[in-house]
């Protein structure tokens, strides 16, 4: 039983997704820093000043709180859609990455791989090589 794990560990897949599970965690931590560090504020620069992380709906009592963050530490019901759009960007960012390493991987695959040999014709059928013969013989009278 102990080497059959073992044997099932060492395949090639298993190993790669492992080792893809770890690089798209740290991958995530990277393009959720991008989106909320340095694209949602260039964005927002550009809409007036906008901060989508703290946009959002106080649904109770919005004369009690200064700000939709201070109603999300009072524990007030809100409906965040800023926090929303930024995993929304964060979602749109990691496919487009991913499309263009899949992209990529496949092109340099296509690349690698050798051209198929042409198939060599197919043998005539015995029919065919019948009908040859006859052909041949009643060339010959």
Same mark, same amino acid.
């Given at each position: 039983?102990?080497? /059959?794990?073992?044997?099932?560990?060492?395949?090639g897949n298993v190993l790669?997704?492992?080792?893809?599970?770890?690089? &798209?965690?740290?991958? &995530?931590?990277?393009?959720?820093?991008?989106?909320?560090?340095?694209?949602?504020?260039?964005? &927002?620069?550009?809409?007036g000043g906008a901060d989508f992380s703290n946009l959002g709906i106080i649904m109770k009592d919005r004369d009690q709180y200064a700000s939709v963050a201070d109603a999300v530490a009072a524990g007030a019901p809100v409906l965040q859609y800023g926090a929303f759009?930024?995993?929304?960007?964060?979602?749109?960012?990691?496919?487009?990455?991913?499309?263009?390493?899949?992209?990529?991987?496949?092109?340099?695959k296509k690349a690698f791989e050798k051209p198929a040999a042409p198939a060599a014709p197919a043998e005539p059928s015995a029919e065919v090589k019948l009908l040859? /013969?006859?052909r041949d013989e009643l060339k010959k009278r």
């Open positions: 039983m102990i080497k /059959e794990f073992r044997d099932f560990i060492n395949r790669d997704l492992a080792v893809a599970v770890i690089i &798209g965690g740290a991958f &995530g931590a990277i393009t959720t820093s991008l989106v909320n560090q340095v694209i949602m504020p260039v964005i &927002g620069l550009i809409l759009l930024n995993t929304v960007i964060n979602f749109l960012l990691i496919a487009i990455v991913l499309f263009f390493i899949v992209k990529a991987f496949n092109q340099a040859t /013969e006859i």
